[in-house]
C-alpha cells in the first residue's frame, strides 16, 4: 500500500522559511516523479511543483519559482520542500502527490496523496 | 498557463440524479485530463485520468468524456457517498492546473 506522510509544516513569519518533508513507503520511491500541491483554506488546488524520478529535474509553479525548492533523497524514501521568503499568501495545507511515472512530463496526474501539513504564514 | 474553467461551482442534487460537471481549457490538451474527488479534510481522490480512463476500484457510475476542448465528469445515479468537491486537472503542459472545483451538494 502506498502511504505518503507529510510533516515540517507549522506557524511562520512573513519572510521566513520552512522545510517540509514527504515520507513515502509502499512503492519504489525513486521511480516515481513527485509533486507539491497545496490548498488555501476554503480553496481550491494549486499544483506547486514537481520532480522526475528518473534525472532529477524540477519544474516550479510561477507563483513560488525562485522561493522554493524541490528535493529527493531516493536512499531515504523521501521528498522535499524548501520554502523561502514566505508569503500570507503561502498559508496553504500542502500536500505530496505522487505520479504513476518516472519522468514529470509523462502521465502527469497524481494517483496517490499524502494527507497534507498546514502551513501558517502570519506575524 | 493552461486555464481551467470548471462549472457549475456548486450543484444541488438528490440520491439518484444524474449529475454532470463541465471543464473547459483555455487550449488544447489532448485528452490529458484527470478527475479528482475530495470530501471534507481528506486529500483528493484520483477517480480518472486520460479524459476517460477510470482509476482501479472507482465505481461504473463515475464516467468522463472530452468534446474539443470540453470535458465532462458524469454520475450515472448519484449516491450518498458521492456528495463532495470535484476537481479537473490539466497536464498537457509543464505547469499543471486545476479547475476551480465543483462542490455537490444534497438537495
Known amino acids: 500500500e502506498v502511504r505518503l506522510l507529510e510533516s515540517g509544516g507549522g506557524l511562520v513569519q512573513p519572510g521566513g522559511s520552512l522545510r517540509l518533508s514527504c515520507a513515502a513507503s509502499g512503492f519504489t520511491f525513486g521511480n516515481y516523479a513527485m509533486n507539491w500541491v497545496r490548498q488555501a483554506p476554503g480553496t481550491g488546488l494549486e499544483w506547486v511543483s514537481g520532480?522526475?524520478?528518473?534525472?532529477?529535474?524540477?519544474y516550479y509553479a510561477d507563483s513560488v519559482r525562485g522561493r522554493f525548492t524541490i528535493s529527493r533523497d531516493n536512499s531515504k524514501n523521501t521528498l522535499y520542500l524548501q520554502m523561502n521568503t514566505l508569503r500570507a499568501e503561502d498559508t496553504a495545507l500542502y500536500y505530496c502527490a505522487k505520479q504513476p511515472s518516472p519522468y514529470y512530463y509523462d502521465r502527469g496526474y497524481f494517483d496517490s496523496w499524502g494527507q497534507g501539513t498546514l502551513v501558517t504564514v502570519s506575524s | 498557463d493552461i486555464q481551467m474553467t470548471q462549472s457549475p461551482s456548486t450543484l444541488s442534487a438528490s440520491v439518484g440524479d444524474r449529475v454532470t460537471i463541465t471543464c473547459r481549457a483555455s487550449q488544447t490538451i489532448s485528452n490529458w485530463l484527470a478527475w479528482y474527488q475530495q470530501k471534507p479534510g481528506k486529500a483528493p481522490k484520483l477517480l480518472i485520468h486520460t479524459a476517460s480512463i477510470l482509476e482501479g476500484g472507482v465505481p461504473s457510475r463515475f464516467s468522463g468524456s472530452r468534446s474539443g476542448t470540453d470535458f465532462t465528469l458524469t454520475i450515472s445515479s448519484l449516491q450518498p457517498d458521492d456528495f463532495a468537491t470535484y476537481y479537473c486537472q490539466q497536464y498537457n503542459a509543464y505547469s499543471w492546473t486545476f479547475g476551480q472545483g465543483t462542490k455537490v451538494e444534497i438537495k
Open positions: 520532480m522526475s524520478g528518473s534525472d532529477g529535474s524540477t
